[in-house]
Every structure is written in structure tokens, then in C-alpha cells.
């Protein structure tokens, strides 16, 4: 039983295009809401992390947005390249607790 | 640099076989951990180390072991008692054991059966 949902499992978009990943939880004593990149082959790198005191964090090109009443938060990858495709992995820890649970994960794929 | 290396990359187990994955992490890391990584399911937790000599079970942790005995190695041992070995395993590190600490990933062995 996964703690963390996430969806869509796949999705494609064009170069330039703004893939949209959205996360979901139950237990409220997550704290701490980190995303994980993946390339083929390769272990997960993280991209991004956010606290439930703010609502927005962005770096770079990757913005997370963060809904504490919902229990959902979202990556949003602007102005997409074809060097953006990858596996994509949310993931959330309670607080003073190392154990992350992922979502399944969902591949990018961008188009040139 | 600083890193982790997991060997091999790939691994393949006969049957009634044990198998050793081998994670090494030059990062001066207290924690370290192993999952395994499976298609659609994200990555599941088997094992985990706060500390040398002290380790704990994750979410999956039947037919497997592990050992601590060095800081920088966290061996993970799959056993034949593990039905459905198959799968991309992952090690990581992370500074201290608790939340909000960035988890360091190898880039896996990935271990099929022959």
C-alpha cells in the first residue's frame, strides 16, 4: 500500500511544453516533500525538496507547488527540454524520521 | 569525488544461490540504505543503518541481510529464501539518519536470474 500516489504514470509533451506531475498523501505528519530525478540506468538524484510552511518553491526550471489542506503537491517542469526525459519520483518523510516513501513515478518523455 | 559506487552492475543468481551487492560511499556518511527498485512501483525500502554495527528492517526485508561493520561499507547479501529476487537495487547515503536529510543514490546493480 502505497503512502504516496502518484499520477499520471506516463506523459509526453513537446519541447518548450510544461509537464505537470502530481503527488498525493494521506498521513499528515509528513514534513518534508523531496522530488527525485532518474535517468535510465542510473540511481535517483534529488532535484527539489519543500516544507509545508511555504507554498511554492522553485529552482531553476522545477517548481513545486505544495497544498497542505489538499495533501497534494505537484512538479511542474517549465520551458521543457528533450534533456528533462527522465523518471520523475515524488516522496515524503515525517518529521525527525529518515524513511522516505516514493510514488511509483512517472517518465517524462519531451520532443524535440 | 565523492560518492557512491555500487559493483556489479549486473548480477545474475542460479537458483538456491546466494548473491552479494556491494556499496561502497566515500561521503563520510553516517546513514545508509537499500531498496529495490521495481517497474511501476517506486522504490521500496529493505534495509537501513543509522550507524555502524546497527542496522534495521525496512519495509521488505525477508530474504535479505545485511552488515555494518565499516562507516563507508553496507553490504547487501540476497539470499535464496528470496523468491522474486529480480530487480534493480539501489544503496544511498545520507548524512544523519533523520528527516530532511538528502538521500545520495548509487546507480544500482541491477540482479536477474538465471
Known amino acids: 500500500q502505497q503512502q504516496v500516489k502518484q499520477s499520471p504514470q506516463s506523459l509526453i509533451v513537446q519541447k518548450g511544453g510544461i509537464p505537470i506531475i502530481n503527488c498525493a498523501y494521506e498521513?499528515?505528519?509528513?514534513?518534508?516533500f523531496p522530488w527525485y530525478q532518474q535517468f535510465p540506468g542510473k540511481g535517483p538524484a534529488l532535484l527539489i525538496a519543500?516544507?509545508?510552511?511555504?507554498s511554492e518553491k522553485k529552482e531553476g526550471r522545477f517548481t513545486i507547488s505544495f497544498n497542505k489542506s489538499a495533501k497534494q503537491f505537484s512538479l511542474h517542469i517549465m520551458d521543457s527540454q528533450p534533456g528533462d526525459s527522465a523518471t520523475y519520483f515524488c516522496?515524503?518523510?515525517?518529521?525527525?524520521?529518515?524513511?522516505?516513501?516514493f510514488g511509483a513515478g512517472t517518465t517524462v518523455t519531451v520532443r524535440a | 569525488d565523492g560518492g557512491i559506487t555500487q559493483s556489479p552492475k549486473y548480477l545474475f543468481r542460479k537458483e538456491g544461490q546466494n548473491v552479494t551487492l556491494s556499496c561502497e560511499q566515500n561521503?563520510?556518511?553516517?546513514?545508509m540504505y537499500w531498496y529495490r527498485q521495481d517497474p511501476g512501483q517506486g522504490l521500496r525500502l529493505i534495509y537501513y543503518?543509522?550507524?555502524?554495527?546497527?542496522?534495521q528492517k525496512g519495509d521488505i526485508a525477508e530474504g535479505y541481510s545485511v552488515s555494518r561493520e565499516k562507516k563507508e561499507s553496507f553490504p547487501l547479501t540476497v539470499t535464496s529464501a528470496q523468491k522474486n529476487p529480480t530487480a534493480f537495487y539501489l544503496c544511498?547515503?545520507?548524512?544523519?539518519?533523520?528527516?530532511?536529510?538528502?538521500?545520495?543514490f548509487g546507480d544500482g546493480t541491477r540482479l536477474s536470474i538465471l
Open positions: 544511498a547515503s545520507s548524512i544523519t539518519g533523520g528527516s530532511n536529510q538528502p538521500q545520495h
Open positions: 498521513n499528515t505528519a509528513f514534513d518534508y
Open positions: 519543500i516544507r509545508p510552511d511555504v
Open positions: 516522496a515524503a518523510s515525517p518529521d525527525n524520521d529518515y524513511k522516505l516513501s
Open positions: 561521503l563520510n556518511h553516517d546513514a
Open positions: 543503518s543509522q550507524i555502524v554495527n546497527d542496522f
